[in-house]
T-cell receptor, first 110, second 115 residues
Framework: GDSVTQMEGPVTLSEEAFLTINCTYTATGYPSLFWYVQYPGEGLQLLLK?????DKGSNKGFEATYRKETTSFHLEKGSVQVSDSAVYFCALVTGNQFYFGTGTSLTVIP | DAGVTQSPTHLIKTRGQQVTLRCSPKSGHDTVSWYQQALGQGPQFIFQYYEEEERQRGNFPDRFSGHQFPNYSSELNVNALLLGDSALYLCASSLRGTAYTGELFFGEGSRLTVL
């Protein structure tokens, strides 16, 4: 069935470090791909998305490229800040249903 | 502009009991989806309501049921609670036309503990 596999956490980085959180997917058809973020004490919110192969989603300095050949949608940021500490979820929608990964907790230390 | 609100925030039940969780969608939204998030897991889709009808359902037993009211608010009911039903229950609202484009707005969830 359709699914998302996400990099295990937790991840701890120093401020200004480079971030990569890996995400791969399995899906029939042509899914849309998303990254959601959950800041402490808040609900999940959409961070970025890509709807077709080779699309790049970007927001708040984060980027992810829809790679159909490797079925991946890795999240990257060149220089993380303490305020980026949160849980990040990769997700896809196909067949009108959302599938989420297990989440990766990121802590950025000053 | 109020976002998605859920109640109660926390509750404790015993096995075999029934529970009702409530959700008010973001202003202007007409579609409500419910998700179950077990500890250390990602949200799992339970079902979606639009125009007061269940439109889509995930792989959950009939013990899980719901309702949507004319004002678009929604309830999630779980009967005959099991220990494994302990989880964070998330409500997400959206506009029907954007429900599958990622434009979901999530509440903070209701934390259910079954003893």
């Amino acid at each position: 069935g359709d699914s998302v596999t996400q990099m295990e956490g937790p991840v701890t980085l120093s401020e200004e470090a480079f971030l990569t959180i890996n995400c791969t997917y399995t899906a029939t058809g042509y899914p849309s791909l998303f990254w959601y973020v959950q800041y402490p004490g808040e609900g999940l919110q959409l961070l970025l998305k890509a709807t077709k192969a080779d699309d790049k989603g970007s927001n708040k300095g984060f980027e992810a490229t829809y790679r159909k050949e490797t079925t991946s949608f890795h999240l990257e940021k060149g220089s993380v800040q303490v305020s980026d500490s949160a849980v990040y979820f990769c997700a896809l929608v196909t067949g009108n249903q959302f599938y989420f990964g297990t989440g990766t907790s990121l802590t950025v230390i000053p | 502009d109020a976002g998605v609100t859920q109640s109660p925030t926390h509750l404790i039940k015993t096995r075999g009991q029934q529970v009702t969780l409530r959700c008010s969608p973001k202003s202007g939204h007409d579609t409500v989806s419910w998700y179950q998030q077990a500890l250390g897991q990602g949200p799992q889709f339970i079902f979606q309501y639009y125009e007061e009808e269940e439109r889509q359902r995930g792989n959950f037993p009939d013990r899980f049921s719901g309702h949507q009211f004319p004002n678009y608010s929604s309830e999630l009911n779980v009967n005959a609670l099991l220990l494994g039903d302990s989880a964070l229950y998330l409500c997400a609202s959206s506009l029907r036309g954007t429900a599958y484009t990622g434009e979901l707005f999530f509440g903070e969830g209701s934390r259910l503990t079954v003893l």
